[in-house]
């Protein structure tokens, strides 16, 4: 399969290309040329009408150079068949407007001189189609325009399009269209996000939707000049011959051209932020880890006295709930209680509903600091002073945070591995964080992989589900539990090594940060064939006591991420780590864990794209505590794009005798 080029790029609606067809764009161009080679030899010497020879014979060869045509219109049409059209790239390239007067302009006229090229590849298949009904001039007058030198007609049309990809004079031109577009796809942009597609795929689809373009003006000019030779209009096997090269010429220029951009294309992939945000759908939480908590120091020792202070209490626990006071309010922290310290002696606090992972909704001191955003409160607010007890000793309420594990606190994560089934040839073809119950989970989709980096879509693969409960799974094994001393997790952007393929994820432990590693396995691209018994586990194993330690992405007076105004960027690199923390005490009361987790399904392309490397992200920015992400990384086509000539059409060394004309377009 493969994108139809004729409509790529069109300033209204596009085609989109998948990786797999598109590859196939370099096997067509090779039997196409073997396809035109064989029709000259079957057509034979030019006829000469002065001899009066019979019509028969002419209508006979023009059925044979037509019937050619048709079985390459086929392998092209075959190529095209059952492809998805979407509106992906049309998308993107509309929010190209405004980006750069160069860029646009040159993406207009590009849309424009495809348009044409495909104008007449639609009506050259009408003409196969209808060969019975036509008179010869029609045939004769549309092949002419074929081979014309005239600017309109198709090679002008092919050497514009050429220059737009490389231009002849750069110093006058300035770089061609592939160049500046990735200097717009490298920035930040959102729209690859929601088309889910990586800078490097969108300029290896638009390479090969060119050599579509460029296969098909190359078939329509050699049977021009076959047909011309035909109706007696001169021999042609020199001016053939030229075609051949300038086609070859361009195709390779271009396929450099390609190779340069491709080389430094970015080919990571990851969500963004959606248009809205939804518990479930779009992100999960991972719940009462580090938790804002009110407890009177009464209550934190067994002694039940108040001869400390706040800032005494870095590692407690509740003992007793005193004259049932406010702690008969609220539910206890069943845990440990951390770093507590006092704010003021009495406040107003809106307590959260009963289903709710919070505590409280917002809380007002007396001296007028609010924590969270306070408002109205569906259980009305509730009163709690401080108080001295026999004149010496102050009984003060603190703020505190409360690290429970049970029913409540869901923060835990599987370590076991999610796989692609490789022995059926199965590769990972996309990538997502999932919760189920409490335990957290990487889940990957696969498909089958075929010849020449094709892929056959496949499906989500079920979960290996567990509850941390059941029989026989045990902490540090099978899962790994969030603590106040183990909640890091590492951030890093993992690569296959050349020749190979991602088949597989998951989570170790390495000390006490939950770590990320990537599976790869060796693969023949030409042949498709994976080599399961060499497969590799790939991770960063760096620690913060290494030479050159892996550095803390801090989370600066983190918000709950969902109210950020704005989207929010990657800003975590490779080789760093976040640590799981509590809000902010003043923005949310210190009651959500952070950061989020996004559990946005990634699979480029719908499944069909290939795919090397995978990784853990943050996405944040300053005064919010951003979101955990799963990002992939497309494979490098840069090594498979060229262009091979097709065979020659005459005698090698009579070939070696052309001079080439200067270009005129």
């Known amino acids: 399969m493969a994108v139809r080029a004729c409509t790529f790029l069109l300033a209204i609606a596009l085609a989109h290309a998948f990786i797999d067809e598109a590859v196939d764009v370099i096997k067509l161009g090779k039997e196409i040329g073997e396809e035109v080679l064989n029709s000259w030899d079957i057509l034979g010497k030019p006829l000469n009408l002065s001899g009066g020879v019979d019509l028969p014979i002419i209508r006979r060869r023009e059925r044979i150079v037509l019937s050619r045509l048709a079985l390459i219109t086929r392998k092209i049409e075959l190529l095209e068949t059952g492809i998805e059209k979407t509106n992906a790239v049309a998308m993107l390239l509309a929010k190209a407007a405004g980006r750069g007067p160069r860029l646009e302009l040159r993406l ?73 577009a990735l200097d717009d796809l490298q920035e930040e942009h959102p729209d690859l996000c929601e088309l889910q597609l990586s800078p490097h795929q969108l300029i290896y689809d638009m390479y090969n939707t060119i050599s579509l373009t460029e296969i098909k003006g190359y078939a329509m000019m050699q049977f021009s000049w076959m047909l011309l030779r035909i109706y007696g209009k001169g021999n042609f096997t020199q001016e053939a011959s030229l075609t051949r090269q300038r086609y070859g010429e361009r195709t390779s220029r271009t396929a450099a051209a390609a190779r340069a951009a491709l080389a430094i294309a970015r080919r990571d992939l990851y969500r963004c932020d959606p248009p809205e945000h939804k518990i479930g759908e779009t992100y999960e939480e991972v719940t009462r880890l580090l938790q804002g908590y009110i407890e009177n120091e009464v209550d934190m020792n067994k002694d039940n006295t108040c001869r400390e202070d706040c800032a005494h209490y870095t590692l407690a626990e509740h003992h007793t709930c005193f004259k049932d006071q406010f702690c008969a309010k609220q539910t206890a922290c069943n845990g440990r209680i951390i770093d507590c310290k006092y704010i003021d002696s009495d406040m107003w606090v809106c307590r959260a509903g009963k289903n709710s992972n919070r505590r409280y909704e917002w809380i007002e001191y007396e001296n007028g600091r609010t924590l969270g955003k306070a408002g109205s409160c569906t259980r009305g607010t509730t009163k709690v002073d401080s108080w001295w007890r026999w004149l010496f000793w102050h009984c003060s309420y603190c703020m505190c945070l409360c690290d429970e594990p049970g029913p409540m606190s869901h923060r835990y994560f599987s370590l076991w591995a999610s796989t692609s089934d490789v022995k059926n040839n199965k590769v990972v073809t996309g990538l997502r964080l999932v919760k189920h119950g409490r335990v957290f989970h990487l889940q990957i989709s696969e498909g089958t992989l075929g010849e020449r980096g094709s892929i056959t879509p496949g499906s989500w693969v079920p979960l290996q589900k567990f509850d941390i409960s059941d029989p026989g799974i045990r902490d540090g094994e099978d899962y790994h539990t969030l603590s106040y001393e183990k909640r890091a997790i590492d951030l890093d952007e993992l690569d296959s090594p050349t020749g190979y393929i991602l088949t597989g994820v998951r989570f170790r432990m390495i000390g006490a940060h939950l770590h990320f590693e990537i599976r790869s396995t060796p693969f023949n691209y030409t042949t498709g064939r994976l080599a399961p018994d060499r497969s590799q586990w790939i991770s960063n194993d760096n620690t913060e006591g290494a030479d050159v330690p892996r550095s803390r992405l801090e989370l600066i007076r983190p918000d709950i991420p969902t109210r950020s105004a704005t989207p929010l960027p990657v800003d975590s690199k490779h080789d760093q780590y976040v640590e799981f923390t509590h809000s902010d005490f003043d923005a949310d009361a210190a009651q959500s864990t952070v950061p989020f987790i996004d559990i946005q399904p990634l699979e480029p392309i719908k499944g069909t794209a290939l795919i090397s490397g995978a990784g853990i992200i ?9 979101f955990i992400a799963a990002k992939l990384f497309t494979y490098d086509y840069s090594r498979h794009v060229k262009a091979e000539s097709p065979p020659p059409i005459v005698d090698i060394e009579a070939e070696k005798e052309l001079v080439l004309p200067a270009n005129r377009f």
């Open 618 to 626: 943050h996405r944040g920015a300053h005064g919010t505590g951003g």
């Open 108 to 180: 207009h006229e590009m849309a424009d001189l495809l348009n044409r090229v495909a104008s007449a590849d639609r009506e050259m298949r009408e003409y196969v189609r209808l060969q019975k009904e036509l008179e010869r001039s029609t045939l004769e007058d549309f092949a002419e325009w074929c081979v014309s030198p005239d600017r309109s007609a198709l090679p002008g049309l092919l050497e514009r399009v050429h220059s737009l990809i490389a231009p002849p004079h750069k110093h006058w031109l300035g770089r061609g269209i592939l160049d500046l």
